[in-house]
């Protein structure tokens, strides 16, 4: 039928799991993401969780003519930003959780 003892080495794991989680998750918030665009016009950098800490700029896109270069730049650079972000995520959450990282699509669902 049911084994309490199962039960208990269950929610150990659990516990290990959730905790590796949680390192992990600070981890990513220390770790730096780095995205550069138009060779190096535009740069986007950003923590392992995606959270934006800098957007650099160079001054030749800052003008009238090239608001249109800028907004493509900028846009390119946070999907480029976004996919690495997921990425990163995913491996480092896969291996807190114990997971194997050999099952395609797996770090997708962090």
Request: hydrophobic share 45%; net charge negative; no cysteine.
């Amino acid at each position: 039928m049911f084994n309490l003892g199962n039960l208990g080495e269950m929610m150990k794991m659990m516990k290990s799991m959730q905790e590796n989680i949680e390192k992990a998750k600070e981890e990513l918030r220390k770790e730096e993401i780095v995205v550069e665009v138009g060779g190096g016009m535009v740069k986007v950098i950003l923590n392992g969780l995606g959270e934006i800490k800098d957007v650099l700029i160079d001054k030749t896109l800052l003008t009238e003519d090239n608001h249109e270069i800028l907004q493509d730049l900028l846009v390119a650079a946070f999907n480029e930003a976004n996919r690495r972000t997921k990425e990163v995520m995913g491996e480092k959450m896969t291996q807190a959780a114990g997971l194997p990282s050999n099952i395609p699509g797996l770090g997708n669902l962090f």
